[in-house]
Structures are given as structure tokens and as C-alpha cells.
């Protein structure tokens, strides 16, 4: 924990009778665990599966198993940009990248949804040529590869479980990959519906129902990680309580040019100015200030600049017109 006066803060002028503290991560070790055994493990049974089931698809002409074939391709680059994402992650600060590479698993989740939105597009591209001339399929063929699959992608999802609360990253691994189980669902009561009916188009029609499962879960991804990128207050965390709880401190008469954003996936990053006329408050209103950020709003990483003249901070005086 660090002190220091006339911090300048970005902002281009200093000010006086102001000192900054850096409160650290203390207590608060928030550091995302590490999932390169379970990456490892479900990008190599996807890559397995999804060569069995491509050419599943190939020699039954079921648009519905290459469509999942498609889709579990394109997860398996997710898994690997995932991956890369929380490996530069881990990075150590320099002089140049003062965080690291933390962001790096923004990019990572944000690429996710972009490449979930490819896939989408041949999916239904696909699907709509197949509604013209829908091919004979062997149905409980399709069926047994597509529930192959169910299992495939539980286990990898089960991986990725114990993570999907607290990281956007793996969380989008964990939901590509369920999703994808209950795609393999919904591909084996198709496959049962074509060989007790022989009707064709029950295949395609799956195929659009894909489409649906994927854009839904895709759109949720797609909107926080953009969010994220664009140094959105994160989700979970509310900002006017956060004001309120800082400006309730002891001798905090208010609280200014509150900033919070994500660094990466797991870890907010805090700044704000506090007025407090009565002089600087010491180590003990640090340390409670610390306490209560990292225990109400999982804000491990803060930045407080203290105040004594309210009239000293040029950001807290509303732009001339």
C-alpha cells in the first residue's frame, strides 16, 4: 500500500493537497484458476469427434450431422483461442503492458462469439439449401453418431463447470460446450423421427433449430464480452452502490470521477476521488476501504486518490460550456 502527493492520475495536472493509494489485491486472491488440463483434454475429444461425425455426415448426406460437425469445429478453435487467451493472461507486467496481458482473455471471449457467429452463418446457409431437396437419411445411423456426441460434449463441458461463475472465458467455453450436448439432442430425436416417419426434411428443420440454440447463446456472449471491451462497468457489480458505499466511509464528505472496469475476465479494476476536508485518514481507513470493496463488489484492485480541498480537483468542477 502506497502513498504518495499530487498524483496527477491521467488527468494532465496535478493536485495539491491530494494523495493516491494503490490498494492491492491484499487478501484478496481472485487470480482465475488454471484450465490447461481440461483445454488439453476437450480439444483433443472434440477434434476426434468432430472427424467421426463429418465424415458420419459425408457418407449419410446428413446436413444435420455436418452442421453439428461444423459447429464443433469451430468450438474447438474457441476452446484453443480460449486457451491462448488465459495463457497470455498469466503474462507479467512491463514497462510497456503495466497489467500484463490480462486482456487477453476479453479478446479471447469476443473472438468466441464472432467465430459462434460464423458457424451460424454456414449452418443456415446449409440447412436452407437442404429444405429444396432434402436427402433419404439412415436415421438411427445419425442418431448413434449424434449421441456419441452427447457424451463427447458433457464431459467437455464438465471440465469447464467448476469456472464458469467467476470468468466469462471459461464460462463461454462452458456454455458452448452444453449447448452443444443439447444440440446432439436434438439431432438423435431427429434421427428417430426420420426412420419411424421417413420424412426428409425433419433434418434440415433441426438444423434451424441449431441455429436458434447457437444465435441465443452466442447473442449473451457477444453483448457482455463486447462490453467488457469497450471498459464497461462489469456485470454483478452495481455502480451507484458502489458511490454509496464509498462516500459512507468515515469523513468521506463525497465521492467523484468514479471509474470501474474490467482488466480482465475475473478482475475489476477501480479509481476514484474521495473528499475529506478533515485531512488524510491514514492506514486504518485504507485498509477498511480495501476490506469493504474486495468483500461487497469483488473489487480486488483499487485506486483511491484522497482529497483534503474539495475546490483542488479540476475534474470535479463541471466543463465549461
Sequence with gaps: MSSEHGHDHGSGHAHPHAHSVALGHGGHTHAPATFDRAFAIGIGLNIAYVL????????????ALLADAGHNLSDVLGLAV??????LARTR????????LKGSTILAALTNALLLLVA???ILLEAAQ???DPPQLAGLTVSAVAGVGIVVNAATAWLFARGRKGDVNIRGAYLHMLADALVSVGVVIAGIAIW?????????????????????QTWGLLRETVEMALAAVPRGIDFDAVTSALSALPGVERCHDLHIWPMSTTEPVLTAHLVMPGGHPGDDFLGAA????HDQFGIGHATLQIETDPASCAQARPAAI
Excluded: C, N, Q
Design 290 to 293: 480495501r476490506s469493504m470493496l
Design 130 to 132: 437442404r429444405f429444396g
Design 93 to 100: 507486467p512491463s514497462k510497456r503492458f503495466t497489467y500484463g
Design 196 to 216: 419411424a416417419t421417413g420424412i426428409a426434411w425433419i433434418d434440415p428443420l433441426v438444423s434451424l433449430v441449431i441455429v436458434v440454440i447457437i444465435f441465443i
Design 52 to 63: 467421426a461425425e463429418g465424415s458420419a455426415g459425408l457418407w449419410t448426406g446428413s446436413v
Design 120 to 122: 451460424l452463418g454456414a
Design 82 to 87: 480460449a486457451w491462448g487467451g488465459a495463457t
